[in-house]
């Protein structure tokens, strides 16, 4: 089993990226998918993550109307969508994947088996 993270890169203030997580060895839709993020000096943290039961979406409150989490059930693939990034967006950020199947989902590092590798987003002028 694989998770890819990618996607990031430099992106001024008010910018967006669309981050993706590929998988190899999973069918992504019957997994609950989180992202996280570890900025400089910080623990992890989670920021958003969408549930395998009813792909119900959550955020965390900072990013909250600016980025979108989705599927693509025929690629295998979810994708953060990030709008009017802000400095304090950058972090390196995670995908992970929890097979618990039930209409919610948690930022519980613990309950997620399998996570990508990480890819960085800076936000910089």
């Known amino acids: 089993v694989q998770l890819q993270a990618y996607g990031g890169g430099l992106v001024q203030p008010g910018g967006s990226l669309r981050l993706s997580c590929a998988a190899s060895?999973?069918?992504?839709?019957?997994?609950?998918i989180g992202w996280f993020r570890q900025a400089p000096g910080k623990e992890r943290v989670g920021v958003s993550c969408v549930s395998s039961n009813d792909d119900s979406t959550y955020y965390e409150d900072s990013v909250k109307d600016r980025f979108t989490m989705s599927r693509d059930n025929a690629t295998n693939t979810v994708y953060l969508q990030m709008s009017s990034l802000k400095p304090e967006d950058t972090a390196v950020y995670y995908c992970?994947?929890?097979?618990?199947?039930?209409?919610?989902?948690?930022?519980?590092?613990?309950?997620?088996?399998?996570w990508g590798q990480g890819t960085q987003v800076t936000v910089s002028s």
């Open positions: 060895g999973i069918t992504l839709r019957y997994y609950a």
């Open positions: 992970a994947a929890d097979p618990i199947k039930e209409p919610f989902c948690s930022y519980y590092e613990s309950e997620y088996d399998y």
